[in-house]
Nanobody, 121 residues
Framework: QVQLVESGGGSVQAGGSLRLSCTAS????????MRWYRQAPGKQRELVAS???????YYADAVKGRFTIPRDNRKNTVYLEMNNLKPEDTAVYYC???????????????WGQGTQVTVSS
């Protein structure tokens, strides 16, 4: 069974930094694109950043220049490095990945359980 497990959330003051981790485990054949989403209270879930299997990255305008999304394919892990955090970055952050299981023939979108990030002013 494939699953995504996140870690690294917490509380920080504005201007601080946090690093989120998301590791895929189980019988995995291939991982394609890995993404980070976030959802603030009362708002829709939004895409923050993504990285595909070739290393091409996307960043939402709100986080460009402050967040980076490195990936370690040997560990099936994606990170979200967040610098110069702002109160408006407060949200639950979710990891998402397109994964083909070892026994599968197509890609399935998996989600992590979410991790809270709180930035105080």
């Amino acid at each position: 069974q494939v699953q995504l497990v996140e870690s690294g959330g917490g509380s920080v003051q504005a201007g601080g930094s946090l690093r989120l981790s998301c590791t895929a485990s189980g019988s995995i054949s291939t991982i394609n694109t890995m993404r980070w989403y976030r959802q603030a209270p009362g708002k829709q879930r939004e895409l923050v950043a993504s990285i595909n299997s070739s290393g091409s990255r996307y960043y939402a305008d709100a986080v460009k220049g402050r967040f980076t999304i490195p990936r370690d394919n040997r560990k099936n892990t994606v990170y979200l490095e967040m610098n110069n955090l702002k109160p408006e970055d407060t949200a639950v952050y979710y990891c998402n990945a397109d994964i083909r299981a070892a026994s599968g023939s197509y890609f399935v979108s998996y989600w992590g359980q979410g991790t809270q990030v709180t930035v105080s002013s």
